[in-house]
């Protein structure tokens, strides 16, 4: 049975920074493109970042040079680091696949930048 858990998220203040993580068990996170997604209220879950298996990333113009997306094959987990957080940031933050498997995400992990 696969299992993904955020974690790290919280409240912070505008500028401030957050590590979020996710762990893995029944897949081995190191054969697979990755991804963080977010989604806000009121709003469709967005991809905002991916690493392939050889570390290439990608991410889409809101968070570029702000968010870094990075794996730990050892440990079986991928990480975000979020930096220059802004209100608009404010969502709960989800790992998965990419393209995501509809049946494997996780709980998520809150994300609130107070302005």
């Known amino acids: 049975q696969v299992k993904l858990v955020e974690s790290g998220g919280g409240l912070v203040q505008a500028g401030g920074s957050l590590r979020l993580s996710c762990a893995a068990s029944g897949l081995i996170l190191r054969f697979y493109v990755m991804g963080w997604y977010r989604q806000a209220p009121g709003k469709e879950r967005e991809l905002v970042a991916c690493?392939?298996?050889?570390?290439?990333?990608n991410y889409p113009d809101s968070v570029k040079d702000r968010f870094t997306i990075s794996r730990d094959n050892a440990k079986n987990t991928v990480y975000l680091q979020m930096n220059s957080l802004a209100p608009e940031d404010t969502a709960v933050y989800y790992c998965n696949t990419y393209p995501w498997a509809s049946q494997i995400w996780g709980q998520g992990t809150q994300v609130t930048v107070s302005s």
């Open positions: 690493i392939t298996s050889d570390g290439r990333t």
